[in-house]
Each structure stands twice: as C-alpha cells, then as structure tokens.
C-alpha cells in the first residue's frame, strides 16, 4: 500500500468514527437507540435501508453466481426493485411506521408482540433472529473478507479479525443512529463505484450489447463442450465440475433462461427471485427502518433513492457477474470466469482486482467495505437488540436497567458467533448467495404471514400468528434439514437417520422448489386458523 | 440491441428491472410532498409515558 491509500484509509476509519460519534452524542433515550429517534431525513433512511439491503452477499455472491449461472439472476434485480422497494414503501412502509408509533414498538419482534398483545411471539421472533440470522451474518462476512484477502493479500482470518472490530465499535456506541449516518455514507460511495465499474467493464469488452453478445460464444466454446464429459469424471466444487452441474439443471447459456421447470429454473425463480425477493419484506433489520421516519412523505421520497440504488447495485453487478466471463476467455486464454478465478465466490474480487486500474481497486474496496459493514452493523443492532429488548427484557421485566448493557453484550457475542461461523464456513462452494437465500426464505416463511396479518387483517388471532410462526420455522427447518440437497447434504442428520442425503434424493423438481412454496403454505394455515376462529365465535 | 441478445426470458427479467426502476421513479416524484398525514410524532413523548401506555394496552 502506498502513502495515499494509507491516508484514505484512515480519512474513511475517521469519518466512520465520526458518525458513530454523532449517533452517540444523539442517543440519549432507548427509541434513539433502536429506532434512531423516529426522525429520520428520507435520503439517510433510503440510503442506509439500500446499503442494509444490498451487502457483499449481492455484490460477491450473487455477482458471483451471476458469472455461473448468467443473466437470468435479473429476475431477482426485478423482485429486489418491485418487491423490496416499491411494495416494501408504498404498501408496507407506513402502515408499519403507524403501527410501530401507536403501539410504542422499538424492534420487529415488539412490533409483532405487541400487535397481537403476546409476550410470547416478540420473545419467540427474538430467539429465531438470534439462531438464524448469524448464517445471513457470516456470508456478509465472508464475501467482505473475500475482498480484503483479495486487495491486501493478506491472511483471511486477519481479514476477517479486523472487519468484524471496526464493525463493532460503531455499532456499540452509536446505536441505529450511528449505523444508519454510517450506513448513508457507505451507500453513496456503493452507488458511485458500481457505475465506475459499469462504464469500465463495458468499455474494455467493447460496449454493452458486444459483451452480452459475446457470451453465448464463450459459452460455446468453454461450457458446451462439458456435455460429453460425465459429471462423475470431473471433480467436485471444481469450476468444471459447477458448470457441468448448472448444465445438467438445465441452464443452457449465460444469456438464456434454464429449461422451464428444470432444476435450475426452480433454483432461479423459486429459491433466488421469490425467496430473497419475498423474503426481503419481513428482514427484521429492515422493517425497523420503517419506523424512524417521522411521515409518509419520507417513505414516499425514499421510493425514489431506493429503486434508483437497487438496480445501480445489483443490475449492475449481475450483468458484469455474467460479462466477467467474456473479460476472463479474452484475456485469460479462453477460460471462463469460474475457470480462471476456482470458485464462485472469488469471481468478482479476483476480477475487480485483475481487470480493473489500481485506483479503481481501491475504490471498489471501500464500495465493498461498505456493502459489508452497512449490512453488518445494521444485523448486529437487530441481533442485539432482539437479545436486550425482546428476550431479556421481556422475560427479566420491563425497564430494567440493565437491557441496554445486555443488548450492548448480546451484539458482541453475536460478532463472536457469526465471526466463528465465517471462518468453519468459507470454503463451501457459493456459500455466501445460499446462505443468504435461506435467511431470506426463512424470515418469508416465519415472520411474512404474521407481519402482513398483523398490518392488514383485523381478524386475525393471536393464535392464528404463533401457529403461523410455528409452522413457518418447523417446515422450513425441516425442508433445509431433511429435504433441499445441498443443506441437508451438510448437515448430515438426514444421512445418519435414514441412510440418505435427502429425503427426495433424485426428485429434482421437488428438491428445487424448496422457499417460495413455505411462505404460501404457513400464510395458508395462519388465515384458516384465523378464519376459524372468526367463524366459531361467530356461531357461538 | 442489448435485450436482443436476451432469450425472451432473460429479456423480460431485463425490461421489468427497468421498468420497475422507473415506476419507483415516478412514483416518488408524483408523490415526493403529497402525503398530509401528521409530520412528526412525538417519539420521547411515548417514551415519558411508556409504562401508562403499555397499561392502556
């Protein structure tokens, strides 16, 4: 590293220092601590509800497996603008930020205890955001350190050490109103690095429609020939073997939507588009935003910051994900990106710092940085917070005085678990874009129904809402345990009880179709349960 | 053209993406000022009467 970049280095430390600091001089109540005061200017909220949005798990995830399994991932561009944005802000926004402010609600799981009068379900919404959400948690980590490996060609469990200590600091002190400055700073330089990155990429593979055209030939002259090659001779998580499998899901080109129903068309519309899609709208550490403005009309700007961010981001990345390859079989001896880089997840670091100037490096890295740490600081406020105020303050009594050192501790074990996660998970293959679509799909599964029936159903019961938690969280534990491959495949519970690595081992179609489907199945037996008791007491 | 080089299924991920970029656009603009809702709510009011609150509930 040389003396400017030494310098920018510590210029950025600073001002993310500053800002903790300004959250912590503002902080003077529990409500600025968890809920940034409820006052929050539009551009800050679309900003930091953007950059919480969009971490490294989209930038080097799902970039990375846009080199893998190509265009097609602009479907979740799609949901991640229509659903995460405009039906986020114009049909769930204010009646959340109104909820939130007449029922004194300071975290999702309060806000969903309290609309359906139960200790329990904050408690029980609680516990879940603590178990599951470190998995979200230690991809974010995982693909910010994959970065800083990449730059500074230094240790990953360095790496990884001082990200998660920087992280720490301003998310102690400054709460959600230190995270969310932090978080609108880092999506302003997000935005600018990734329309740098647009226009060079594009420009060195010779315009825009050239290097989208250009991949059906790469394709054909690297991947195609592998469907002669029996996927059993090639060797596992290797880059052929990746390609050789999205072949055999069905995936006939980067440009090309896989077979209609095959395994890969599930993967992309089911587990991609519909289960981040969807499960975007019940993230616990997003729905809080919601609630830190003080009208309509800042949701109603933050539209507009937010749609423009979203496709900036991941539009982006995506197309340059899938165009990597054309770079790479250009000016890498006619190899594709996964050939060149060995997996998924080393894609876009690899290629950001083979293919672009020094200067853009570095600036990508603070884009990066930021991805990362807007996200993080943003999961370990809810992971805190979900420990202080709606475990222990709930089971150890209200207005205790100690919940706010109990949430200040609780986020620091959660650093230690996601940093311990992300070290034992870093060499699985595409593990950042799947452990964030299950995260996703989990929130969809368990807090989706009971959020959207709390907001906009009168008639729905308190125990319509557990029953609706309940079988959100036991059938997608179970599917992911028992049932979809890959998961169950790691786990190894459903091979040591039953001998197999899944229970549909060989059921492609059912394997695939493994998130969107819960959603719709706990919404189904939340609303027949409400229904019903409706239309007992209405006999009665 | 760069949605020729789409199938039609990639091609209508791509037009949606834009599309619903621009409906957000618009969207915000038409609606940047028009809510007339109450603007602020006093949050550390609630949190003075936290307890009597909780009780009405």
Redesign the interface.
């Given at each position: 590293m040389n003396l400017i970049e030494n310098i920018v280095i510590i210029l950025y430390l600073a001002v993310l220092a500053y800002l903790g600091f300004v959250g912590y001089k503002q902080t003077k109540?529990?409500?600025d601590y968890l809920?940034a005061?409820?006052?929050t200017h539009p551009f800050v909220m679309a900003l930091s509800y953007g950059a919480t949005f969009i971490s490294t798990a989209a930038i080097v995830g799902f970039g990375g497996v846009a080199a893998w399994l190509?265009?097609?991932l602009?479907?979740l561009?799609?949901c991640n603008?229509?659903i995460g944005?405009?039906i986020a802000f114009?049909f769930l926004g204010n009646p959340t930020r109104k909820m939130g402010?007449r029922?004194?609600a300071h975290t999702f799981p309060e806000l969903l205890g309290?609309r359906f009068?139960s200790k329990f379900i904050q408690v029980f919404g609680g516990v879940l955001i603590t178990i599951f959400m470190p998995l979200y948690t230690s991809a974010v980590l995982i693909g910010g350190t994959e970065f800083l490996v990449a730059y500074f060609k230094v240790d990953y469990h360095l790496a990884l050490l001082v990200m998660s200590v920087i992280v720490t600091g301003y998310v102690l002190a400054g709460g959600l109103k230190g995270v969310m400055l932090t978080d609108a700073l880092q999506g302003v330089i997000m935005f600018v690095a990734m329309i740098i990155l647009m226009v060079m990429v594009f420009n060195a593979i010779g315009g825009?429609?050239v290097g989208?055209?250009k991949?059906?030939m790469v394709w054909d002259k690297t991947v195609a020939p592998l469907s002669t090659v029996p996927i059993k001779e090639l060797v596992v998580g290797s880059p052929d073997f990746l390609m050789k499998l999205s072949m055999n899901w069905g995936f006939q080109g980067w440009?090309?939507?896989p077979v209609f129903l095959s395994e890969g068309w599930l993967f992309i519309i089911t587990t991609i588009a519909m289960g981040v899609g969807v499960g975007v709208l019940a993230q616990p550490q997003l729905v809080v935003r919601f609630m830190t403005v003080?009208?309509?009309?800042e949701l109603?700007?933050?539209?507009?910051?937010?749609?423009?961010f979203?496709?900036a981001m991941t539009?982006i990345i995506y197309l340059v994900g899938s165009v990597t390859n054309v770079w790479y079989y250009e000016f890498n001896e006619g190899k594709n990106a996964l050939q060149s880089t060995g997996g998924v997840g080393k894609v876009i670091p690899h290629f950001i710092n083979a293919a672009m100037p020094r200067w853009f490096s570095f600036i990508f890295l603070f884009a990066l940085i930021s991805a990362a740490m807007s996200t993080l600081s943003s999961q370990f406020h809810a992971m805190g917070t979900a420990i202080g105020r709606d475990v222990f303050e709930q089971l150890a009594g209200?207005?205790n005085p100690n919940s706010l050192l109990i949430t200040r501790v609780g986020i620091v074990v959660m650093i230690v678990i996601s940093v311990t996660l992300a070290y034992f998970f870093d060499k699985q293959p595409a593990i950042i874009a799947r452990s964030t679509a299950i995260f996703f799909a989990l929130c969809a599964s368990i807090f989706l129904p009971t959020y959207f029936g709390g907001l906009f159903w009168k008639r729905m019961t308190k125990k319509g809402a557990i029953a609706s938690m309940f079988v959100g969280t036991i059938i997608t534990t179970f599917w992911l345990v028992f049932v979809h491959f890959q998961e169950a495949k790691e786990l190894g519970l459903c091979k040591m009880l039953f001998g197999v690595n899944s229970l549909l081992s060989g059921k492609n179609y059912l394997c695939g179709c493994n998130d969107g489907c819960f959603t719709s199945f706990a919404f189904n037996c939340s609303g027949c349960f409400a229904h019903d008791k409706a239309r007992e007491s209405s006999i009665n | 053209?760069?949605w020729e080089?789409?199938?039609?299924?990639?091609g209508l991920?791509?037009w949606?993406?834009?599309a619903?970029?621009l409906?957000?656009?618009i969207?915000?603009?038409i609606?940047?000022?028009?809510?007339k809702?109450?603007?602020?709510?006093e949050?550390?009011t609630?949190?003075k009467n936290?307890?009597k609150?909780?009780k009405d509930?």
């Open positions: 109540s529990s409500a809920i005061g409820g006052n190509g265009n097609s602009l479907w561009t799609f603008i229509f944005v405009f114009v402010i029922l004194n309290r009068n825009v429609d989208l055209s991949l059906e440009n090309k939507m003080k009208s309509k009309n109603n700007r933050a539209v507009l910051i937010g749609g423009i979203i496709i539009g209200k207005h | 053209m760069v080089t789409f199938d039609v299924g990639v991920a791509f949606l993406m834009n619903s970029a409906l957000c656009v969207y915000g603009i609606y940047w000022n028009k809510d809702e109450e603007k602020v709510i949050r550390k609630w949190d936290e307890a609150i909780n509930l």
